[in-house]
């Protein structure tokens, strides 16, 4: 029995050892191979290196931005509450917004599906220790927020209340203002001129729950209110950890039910239900930022496809040129399939190679990256490094492109006729070999015109973005906002605080005009309410939502906004005059079509006004085809304790914002400028998309482009090498220079054109696709479809140009002496 064993169990390990003796043969090999041929070697790592780390690169962002779990306890169990609201709504960097109170009504009857729900909302505070003031950023919050989150303090605690009168600071704040001295736990610091305590510090690498943007100190909302003297805490977003064993969609139709039970605030507001969302700032903005990530990875992987296929031609040539040397293996014994596997495995070496270069690629591609700073005014941070599974999914990805485009020239180059390839030598082979690698390159340059029109329709649209007319002029524009209700500024210090800062920036050197407004135009944050007609009865629809204001009487001259009809607001528009409000035209036709609006009655939260003015039209929010309704009430009948001052200035915006900082420190030391910036800046956040997408879809195209100029060139020289005989016959017979050059620029310009109309209609078909990130431009825009063709046509036939003059030079006396 035991020899028995043995003559079954040993022809077992050999036949491992046999195919772990052929692997290592195969790679040997084909090392070998590849250090012979240096130059291809490289040429062929680097194609690949850029496909794949383009692809690496753009998988790392959307990882980062919609996969990446925040450092908190079973970040997948947390959720947040969106609600589909009509009436007064309100939107910050976070997204939708909802009353305090209403966020306590949703804690009290939503036990039974989170184990906890909180509340959080950004906000900055003016930061004094030792006197010394600065502008934080920060996060107002209930008092279970860190539990919710399932943290534990880096130093120090916690708080557990909503009114313990205590700060937790960020590691990054510890470090580098008070450079992670422990004896900071305990200490009496100053938010907003009101004495809290720092009770401890968050843990390293948690900077808040919102991607990007940079949390210096959390604090309870309801003690901030208390001793800012707000009767309530601000709006905010309510997030919560499911109860276990509750499932989210359940919990969702649960949550969906609340809100439609739990009394709106105001009678003119309604809630017709909610949802929840994954725990992040995206919120409304996550279906379009998976379009738009999964727009660039679609043109990443182009990229890669363009790149494999310029190679797969390039193996092609190759395995054709080692023709005899694979006739000869066949003949004396080597079998198909190990052929087939050893010029496989030589290929799944080389995309391997590039793969690992394409890793290097993201690396450098994604740190340059993470530098950009998101033109929001508050402080972001972009962490883009790959994750170990994203570089696994870069080198598997490279490994199975390997396979795929290396078996189709392995299987060419091991289906010969041995006795014509002996005979013929060293010669190169036309006809269908030809053919293929001619369709290799076709594929480029359509895939590659996909690219490009990509790339142009971002390029228009951002073109288009940086013209449109937002019905004011951005330009020259700073914009500085104070808030003092938090130092315990009433009504009456409040405004003359503010009448004696806009003297003083008046008086400033190149300042042409000074106002105040509580929203900056496209500065991402928005109020609304739904308005009507006053003289429509209380049960009647509302006819529209418009996004409301309040700014002072200077305010449409600082920016520059046309009064087409009635009058701007004036020092006669005071708190004991009847109420006014100036509208946009799109307002005005919406409440009263083919009417006069000017002296009409507009009803908005509750209360009537009289319709003063009518300013032109323009997008007074994100950018978007349609203007928006907008309605602006005068400072003076409706008081805010923040405002933004507006600034336009000839000076420079660095140096107003300084001398805005100084004016504000002396009037008051405890308050601090929040947000200062350019507003011109603010059309840079609506434009980002297009902007990000203009830059990184015109770096594919243009990569796309120089490796299909690259297929073209190689094809061609393989062409005019193929038939340089035919040539030298052709110049001996009398042929002029011109009609050689034109066969072979023919030759490129029909790959040129079959690569342009086979990649327009898949254009026209993919484009639909980016529709939503355009502005102003069609996605089958006439330009664009034009222009795109004659450029690959053009970088085609200055490809092949080369390869035609080498084909001008063939030496008629050496072909007939050959012949």
């Known amino acids: 029995m035991a020899t028995t064993r043995d003559t079954v169990v040993r022809p077992a390990r050999t036949r491992s050892a046999s195919l772990l003796d052929d692997l290592v043969q195969d790679?040997?090999?084909?090392?070998?191979?590849?250090?012979?041929?240096?130059?291809f070697t490289l040429t062929a790592a680097t194609t690949i290196a850029i496909g794949v780390g383009a692809t690496a690169s753009v998988a790392s962002i959307a990882n980062a931005v919609l996969f990446r779990p925040l450092p908190v306890s079973s970040p997948d169990r947390l959720t947040s509450i969106w609600e589909r609201r009509s009436g007064r709504v309100a939107s910050s960097k976070e997204g939708m917004l909802v009353p305090y109170e209403r966020y306590q009504a949703y804690e009290e009857a939503t036990r039974d599906v989170f184990s906890g729900l909180a509340a959080h909302r950004y906000s900055s505070f003016s930061f004094t220790v030792q006197d010394q003031a600065e502008t934080v950023s920060g996060v107002l919050t209930s008092g279970n927020y860190f539990d919710v989150l399932?943290?534990?303090?880096?130093?120090?605690?916690?708080?557990?209340?909503?009114?313990?009168?205590?700060?937790?600071?960020?590691?990054?704040?510890?470090?580098?203002?008070?450079?992670?001295?422990?004896?900071?736990?305990?200490?009496?610091?100053?938010?907003?001129?009101?004495?809290?305590?720092?009770?401890?510090?968050?843990?390293?690498?948690?900077?808040?729950?919102?991607?990007?943007?940079?949390?210096d100190v959390w604090v309870p909302a309801v003690v901030y209110s208390e001793r800012t003297g707000a009767s309530n805490p601000d709006w905010v977003v309510p997030i919560g950890r499911l109860g276990p064993g509750v499932q989210?969609?359940?919990?969702?139709?649960?949550?969906?039910?609340?809100?439609?039970?739990?009394?709106?605030?105001?009678?003119?507001?309604?809630?017709?239900?909610?949802?929840?969302?994954?725990?992040?700032?995206?919120?409304?903005?996550?279906?379009?930022?998976?379009?738009?990530?999964?727009?660039?990875?679609?043109?990443?992987?182009?990229?890669?496809?363009?790149?494999?296929?310029?190679?797969?031609?390039?193996l092609l040539a190759r395995a054709l040129g080692r023709r005899r040397e694979v006739a000869v293996r066949l003949?004396?014994?080597?079998?198909?399939?190990?052929?087939?596997?050893?010029?496989?495995?030589?290929?799944?070496?080389?995309?391997?190679?590039?793969?690992?270069?394409?890793?290097?690629?993201?690396?450098?591609?994604?740190?340059?990256?993470?530098?950009?700073?998101?033109?929001?005014?508050?402080?972001?941070?972009?962490?883009?490094?790959?994750?170990?599974?994203?570089?696994?999914?870069?080198?598997?990805?490279?490994?199975?492109?390997?396979?795929?485009?290396?078996?189709?020239?392995?299987?060419?180059?091991?289906?010969?006729?041995?006795?014509?390839?002996?005979?013929?030598?060293?010669?190169?082979t036309g006809g269908r070999a030809g053919r293929r690698r001619s369709l290799f390159v076709a594929a480029q340059l359509a895939l590659t015109v996909l690219l490009l029109v990509t790339a142009s329709l971002f390029a228009r649209s951002l073109q288009r973005g940086l013209h449109v007319d937002p019905g004011f002029d951005p330009h020259g524009v700073v914009v500085a906002t104070i808030s003092l209700g938090p130092h315990g500024y009433d009504e009456e210090r409040a405004r003359a605080f503010f009448a004696r800062l806009t003297a003083r920036a008046d008086a400033m050197p190149g300042v042409e005009a000074v106002s105040l407004a509580r929203i900056v135009l496209l500065g991402g944050e928005s109020y609304g309410t739904d308005v009507r007609p006053a003289?429509?009865?209380?049960?009647?629809?509302?006819?529209?939502?418009?996004?409301?204001?309040?700014?002072?009487?200077?305010?449409?001259?600082?920016?520059?906004?046309?009064?087409?009809?009635?009058?701007?607001?004036?020092?006669v528009d005071q708190s004991g005059t009847a109420h006014v409000v100036v509208v946009n035209q799109t307002l005005a036709s919406r409440l009263w079509p083919g009417e006069d609006a000017i002296g009409k009655r507009l009803h908005a939260d509750g209360r009537d006004y009289d319709v003063a003015g009518i300013v032109r039209d323009g997008k007074y929010?994100?950018?978007?085809?349609?203007?928006?309704?907008?309605?602006?009430?005068?400072?003076?009948?409706?008081?805010?304790?923040?405002?933004?001052?507006?600034?336009?200035?000839r000076a420079g915006a660095g140096e107003t914002l300084v001398q805005i900082a100084r004016e504000v420190q002396d009037l008051d030391p405890n308050v601090a400028v929040e947000g200062g910036r350019e507003l011109a800046r603010a059309v840079q956040v609506s434009l980002f998309p297009q902007?990000?997408?203009?830059?990184?879809?015109?770096?594919?195209?243009?990569?796309?482009?120089?490796?299909?100029?690259?297929?073209?060139?190689?094809?061609?020289?393989?062409?005019?090498?193929?038939?340089?005989?035919?040539?030298?016959?052709?110049?001996?017979?009398?042929?002029?220079?011109?009609?050689?050059l034109r066969l072979v620029l023919g030759r490129g310009?029909?790959?040129?054109?079959?690569?342009?109309?086979?990649?327009?209609?898949?254009?026209?078909?993919?484009?639909?696709?980016?529709?939503?990130?355009?502005?102003?431009?069609?996605?089958?825009?006439?330009?664009?479809?034009?222009?795109?063709?004659?450029?690959?046509?053009?970088?085609a036939l200055t490809a092949s140009f080369i390869p035609a003059r080498r084909a001008t030079h063939a030496d008629p006396l050496e072909t007939l002496r050959q012949e």
């Open 27 to 39: 790679l040997r090999f084909a090392l070998r191979g590849l250090r012979r041929g240096v130059g």
């Open 150 to 215: 399932g943290l534990a303090p880096g130093a120090g605690r916690f708080y557990t209340g909503d009114r313990e009168a205590v700060v937790v600071i960020s590691t990054g704040l510890w470090r580098s203002r008070f450079a992670s001295d422990p004896a900071l736990i305990g200490q009496t610091v100053h938010l907003d001129s009101r004495p809290f305590v720092v009770a401890g510090v968050a843990p390293d690498g948690f900077t808040g729950t919102s991607w990007g943007i940079v949390v």
């Open 248 to 314: 989210r969609v359940p919990a969702q139709e649960q949550v969906d039910r609340v809100a439609q039970r739990i009394p709106p605030e105001e009678a003119h507001t309604r809630v017709s239900g909610a949802r929840l969302d994954p725990l992040a700032w995206r919120g409304d903005h996550l279906p379009g930022l998976t379009r738009f990530l999964g727009m660039l990875m679609g043109t990443s992987l182009l990229v890669l496809l363009i790149a494999s296929a310029n190679l797969a031609g390039m």
């Open 331 to 428: 003949a004396i014994g080597a079998g198909r399939g190990r052929l087939v596997r050893q010029l496989v495995t030589e290929s799944l070496l080389l995309f391997l190679i590039g793969g690992i270069g394409g890793v290097v690629v993201a690396f450098w591609a994604t740190r340059l990256l993470s530098t950009i700073r998101l033109p929001i005014e508050v402080p972001t941070v972009l962490d883009l490094t790959p994750d170990p599974g994203v570089l696994a999914g870069a080198l598997v990805l490279a490994a199975v492109t390997g396979i795929v485009f290396g078996l189709g020239p392995a299987l060419r180059a091991s289906q010969l006729d041995l006795a014509s390839t002996l005979k013929e030598g060293l010669s190169v």
């Open 535 to 571: 003289d429509l009865g209380a049960s009647e629809p509302p006819r529209t939502n418009a996004r409301l204001n309040v700014v002072d009487t200077a305010y449409f001259r600082t920016m520059r906004m046309d009064v087409v009809a009635g009058r701007a607001f004036t020092n």
């Open 621 to 649: 929010q994100f950018l978007t085809e349609a203007p928006r309704s907008a309605a602006f009430f005068p400072f003076s009948q409706q008081f805010r304790p923040s405002m933004t001052l507006h600034v336009r200035t």
């Open 691 to 740: 902007r990000f997408g203009a830059a990184l879809t015109g770096i594919f195209g243009l990569v796309g482009l120089v490796l299909a100029s690259l297929g073209v060139y190689g094809v061609l020289s393989v062409h005019v090498a193929q038939r340089r005989r035919e040539f030298g016959i052709r110049i001996a017979l009398g042929a002029a220079t011109g009609d050689v």
């Open 749 to 795: 310009a029909q790959l040129a054109v079959i690569g342009a109309a086979i990649g327009l209609v898949l254009a026209a078909g993919a484009t639909r696709f980016v529709r939503a990130f355009l502005f102003g431009v069609s996605p089958l825009d006439p330009v664009t479809f034009a222009v795109v063709p004659i450029v690959l046509i053009v970088t």
